[in-house]
């Protein structure tokens, strides 16, 4: 059989073994759909101001914790306690419901605003589908880091 890196579900990774087990593999696709997000919104007319002001927040407070997030844990700052287990569990269940509110806000403005220009149209609607799969990213990463969280 061939040796593995892949760490035990009931203990946390850290250095490059983040690249390798579940749930911390979505770090990477978390940061990339979420980065296109905020990129598509902020490239458009932020109109009206409220609703986009909060996908806005959505995506940037996101963005920044998952990356702090990632540091964290590639240089081993949780020494493998079962309180970052919990913390990783409720940070990526409220980023998930962060990102489904903030779809959903997307989705209902896109819908507004299609007889505008097509080209902002065509980038609204980009960023719906990225922050919907920002949404499912961190809502599978969520559901693994409660099977991690119960299992440390």
């Given amino acids: ?12 990774p850290s250095g490059l073994g983040i690249c390798t087990t579940a749930p911390d593999i979505f770090y990477l696709p978390e940061l990339v759909f979420g980065g296109l997000v905020w990129i598509l919104v902020a490239s ?3 109109e009206p101001p409220n609703p986009l002001g909060w996908v806005m927040f959505v995506s940037v407070f996101c963005f920044v914790m998952t990356f702090l997030w990632m540091i964290i844990f590639a240089a081993g700052g949780h020494k493998n ?3 970052w287990a919990a913390a990783d569990f409720a940070y990526h ?8 509110s903030a779809g959903v806000d997307l989705a209902y403005i896109t819908f507004q605003k299609r007889s ?11 960023a719906v589908v990225f922050a919907y799969l920002a949404t499912l990213l961190y809502f599978i990463h969520t559901i693994l880091s409660a099977i991690r969280w119960k299992n440390f």
Avoid at 1 to 11: K, L
Avoid at 93 to 100: E, M, N, V
């Fill in 1 to 12: 059989m061939a040796a593995t890196t892949a760490q035990p579900m009931g203990s946390l």
């Fill in 44 to 46: 458009t007319h932020v």
């Fill in 81 to 83: 306690g079962s309180g």
């Fill in 93 to 100: 269940g409220l980023a998930a419901f962060f990102y489904l």
């Fill in 116 to 126: 505008g220009t097509f080209k902002i149209y065509q980038i609204d609607i980009a």
